[in-house]
């Protein structure tokens, strides 16, 4: 590594642009035209050379506006949790905007760049950024709260789930009713995002602790095995409808299917009942977050609890102490040690959408409307 200051040029060398596009990506003007591969490149060549860039932003303190920064709505989890944070913001006398970044790093950043453009107090952070660098100098210059899945983060002010807790949940109950094939059914996995790695590794890891073979038995169901042929594949319901039905007619002779939220499944759901199949008689269907639409009586799908309205008003709460605390990483001397650390346990919540697995194989039974 170079020594000294570390430079914009010093990065643009590194990463085998320009220092204009190096500074135009790093402020969020224009940053959209170019590629995500690009901004990859700069982003990870200014972790690697330790650079950052302090923009001049606005007091923490100035206004009691509070920032949430979301991967996507398609996953009414987020929703339900934004919701309840926006009336907890307001009894305690804030306004929240949020923002929608669709995991794109390039939106990420210009989002950053849009809110330093006016006063606000504090930021929450719904899953981990793929920009890295840039969620640390927020950190610098701002209260932050963390809300994303256990062990991704162990040095800030975080409420956890334990995602692989979800997974072993689902596997033991299914195991019990005798599913011994499922497919799992998951957005991309070539993302920061390990939510979703670690919910199959413990899905798995209980199969094969039960005495099966993991990888037959829980199939790993994404856009990049089921849809390699559409480039930008679509989220939440439409995933879990398109995803399912590969698997329906491809007889992989599964019995159950899980999805990584319940907007996926009932995409899942949807998928079997056009198929002509019943649910739970021939295929049993378990979503995860436990959101308003799987208590719904027409679907009535088996989910695990994770207490998004109960973390997102808890994530208010404690991030609105710190502002008028006036806690900031600039207080090193009077600031005690520790940080706030709050892990909510997942409960599996049983409905209609599951049941034990058919005596005979699904691609051997006769279809409804057959």
Known sequence: MKKGKVTAKDVAARAGVSPTTVSMILSGKNSSKFPEKTIHKVIEACNELGYTRMGSTASAYDDNVLVAIAPTYSNLYYVHMVDAMQH???????????FNTFREMSQETRIIQICNQFPFAGVFFLYPLENILLMQQVEWLKPVMHIYDKGILND???LEVDGARVGSLIAEYLIDLGHEKIAFLSSTFNT?????????DSLRAVYEKSGFDSSRSVLACTPETELPEIKVPPEGYELGYML????LERNENVTAFVAINDMMAVGAMDAIIDAGYKIP?????????NTSI??????????VESYAKQTGQKAVDILVRKIEG???????EDRPDGITRIEYYPKLIIRKSTGPRAKKSPSLLPKVNE
């Open 88 to 98: 907890r913001a307001k009894e305690l006398g804030y306004s929240l905007l949020t």
């Open 156 to 158: 800030a002010d975080i």
């Open 192 to 200: 920061k995002q390990v939510t979703r790695i670690r919910r199959l």
């Open 244 to 247: 399912t039905k590969k698997i």
């Open 281 to 289: 008689a021939d295929f049993s269907v378990c979503g995860c977050d």
């Open 294 to 303: 799987s208590k719904y009586r027409g679907i009535s799908l088996t989910s």
């Open 326 to 332: 006036k806690v900031s990483h600039f207080d090193f």
